[in-house]
């Protein structure tokens, strides 16, 4: 009777070792297929209301667009960033420094 409860109990362990053991994530990262949409964590995409509710002036001599500082509470801009929008005819320009002080200023460069 005591080999029967040893069999089962063994059963049982090597079940719940299987079981814990299989059933395991795998981290194991899988790369895009030609159609999937990816976007870079650098890219900040801005909807067509933060950007009218927020944008003070853009100026299209050298690109330097200025928000008021509450954009800040929706991005955290820095140099490298690409931002995005659809406004007008859209924007697509690459950050190349910021300035905040009581307005947000960035300055940019145009994308290629």
């Not at 090597?14 to 949409?37: H, R, W």
């Not at 067509?48 to 200025?66: E, G, H, K, M, R």
Request: overall charge positive; aromatic content about 8%; charged content about 20%.
């Amino acid at each position: 009777m005591k080999t029967k409860s040893t069999i089962y109990s063994v059963f049982l362990k090597g079940l719940l070792l299987l079981f814990i053991f299989g059933c395991a994530q795998k981290n194991e990262s899988v790369a895009p297929s030609p159609t999937d949409v990816v976007i870079a964590k650098e890219v900040k995409d801005i909807s067509n209301q933060i950007w009218n509710d927020n944008i003070i002036s853009l100026d299209s001599t050298n690109f330097a667009v200025i928000f008021k500082n509450i954009i800040t509470s929706k991005f955290q801009f820095k140099a490298g960033d690409i931002i995005v929008t659809a406004v007008g005819e859209g924007f697509l320009r690459k950050v190349t420094s910021i300035c905040t002080v009581n307005k947000v200023s960035i300055h940019t460069l145009r994308l290629r």
